[in-house]
Structure formats: structure tokens, C-alpha cells
T-cell receptor, first 113, second 112 residues
Framework: DAGITQSPRHKVTETGTPVTLRCHQT?????MYWYRQDPGHGLRLIHY???????DKGEVSDGYSVSRSKTEDFLLTLESATSSQTSVYFC????????????FGSGTRLTVV | GESVGLHLPTLSVQEGDNSIINCAYS??????FIWYKQESGKGPQFIID?????DKRQGQRVTVLLNKTVKHLSLQIAATQPGDSAVYFC???????????FGKGTTLSVSS
């Protein structure tokens, strides 16, 4: 999607290893989000950011941390990956979340073996 | 708690039919709702939104209806086409107004 890039697109990692996913935007939007998508669960919010160094937890934040040192980048870290974190991870951006919709990235498919 | 759900996980229609996808939400204070479309292997795409001070909003071939009395949201797609085949999600803004809460999705299959 224009203005938002996720990397990597695919990753396979071993249980217990740290993993960092990156979301980069060129829209200068204030809000950035990480969601995970699993069959039967839809999209569930992990963490979000409302400004540089300002973050908050979502409904499934355990086992994940985030950082936002620049407006354009939002990092999601799995400190010690587990098989239950195998999922598709989506980043999204918004300038006014209560007034307009998000723009989503193309997703990162993470497999923990 | 806040949650959004959909009535049916799958919906199959014939090309040219009108489709109706339903969604129930639990937070009566929610004031902003969105429908997203997700094609296979892609991120969700915005379709249409509606605020709680409206009952209906129309876009190109799509209409969203909001019934606040029964906390129900629906997406109507007119003259459904094979390109409409996708997973459709409804979402509502959380109480803080900072993040969207998504339902589990309905898979729409259109046969020609």
C-alpha cells in the first residue's frame, strides 16, 4: 500500500529467538498500529503508538514489545518467539483514528518453528 | 468489554445478486464504524465508514446501515461481482477513540 511498508514480508524463525518486524510510513501520520491476524480471530490489536516514544498496549500484547523513535518507523519485537506467535502481522497508520480509517500495510507472515 | 462480531463466517452469492453482510457490536457508546475488504494475501482496504449520528451511508455500489437500537451494522453490496470475493470486516472505534476493534470477518464468495 502506498505510504506504508512492512519488512520483512516473510520470515521463518526458531522458538526462543528474538524477532523484530518493521513498519515504515511516509505519510507523517501520528498513529501507528500492530495487529495480528489468525484464522477464526480476525484482526487483534497488539500495540499502538500515538507519537514518538508514546505507545500503549492492545488486547494481545503479552510477549511483544514496540518502539517508536521516529515518526516514520514503528518496530514490533518478539523477545523470545513461541509457536503461538506464528501469525500474519499487519501494520496500520492513521492521522485521526476516530474520524477516518486506517491504511494497512501488506503484512508480514511469521512462522515460528 | 468492547467487541465486534459478525453473524456469519461465510456467504455465497451469484454474480449480479445483492449481498448483505451483517455485524453486531457490543459497545453502545461507539460512535464510528468502518467496513474493510481483504483480498487474499493483501492487507485490509477501507470500503466505507459511518458515524453514529447517521443511519445510512452510500458509496459506489455499497451501502452501510447502522441500527443503534439493536447495535447492528450491515454492508450491502449491489450487483455483486466476482471481484467482490474477499473477506469483509467490520470495525468500531474503541472508547478512547484511539484504535479500531475488528470483528472476525465474513468470507464472501461470488460465483459466475
Amino acid at each position: 500500500d502506498a505510504g506504508i511498508t512492512q519488512s520483512p514480508r516473510h520470515k521463518v524463525t526458531e522458538t526462543g529467538t528474538p524477532v523484530t518486524l518493521r513498519c515504515h510510513q511516509t505519510e507523517n501520520h501520528r498513529y501507528m498500529y500492530w495487529y495480528r491476524q489468525d484464522p477464526g480471530h480476525g484482526l487483534r490489536l497488539i500495540h499502538y503508538s500515538y507519537g514518538v516514544k508514546d505507545t500503549d498496549k492492545g488486547e494481545v500484547s503479552d510477549g511483544y514489545s514496540v518502539s517508536r523513535s521516529k515518526t516514520e518507523d514503528f518496530l514490533l519485537t518478539l523477545e523470545s518467539a513461541t509457536s503461538s506467535q506464528t501469525s500474519v502481522y499487519f501494520c496500520a497508520i492513521s492521522d485521526r483514528p476516530g474520524l477516518e480509517g486506517y491504511t494497512f500495510g501488506s503484512g508480514t507472515r511469521l512462522t515460528v518453528v | 468489554g468492547e467487541s465486534v462480531g459478525l453473524h456469519l463466517p461465510t456467504l455465497s452469492v451469484q454474480e449480479g445478486d445483492n449481498s448483505i453482510i451483517n455485524c453486531a457490536y457490543s459497545n453502545s457508546a461507539s460512535d464510528y464504524f468502518i467496513w474493510y475488504k481483504q483480498e487474499s494475501g493483501k492487507g485490509p482496504q477501507f470500503i466505507i465508514d459511518i458515524r453514529s449520528n447517521m443511519d445510512k451511508r452510500q458509496g459506489q455500489r455499497v451501502t452501510v446501515l447502522l441500527n443503534k437500537t439493536v447495535k447492528h451494522l450491515s454492508l450491502q453490496i449491489a450487483a455483486t461481482q466476482p471481484g467482490d470475493s474477499a473477506v469483509y470486516f467490520c470495525a468500531e472505534i474503541n472508547q478512547a477513540g484511539t484504535a479500531l476493534i475488528f470483528g472476525k470477518g465474513t468470507t464472501l464468495s461470488v460465483s459466475s
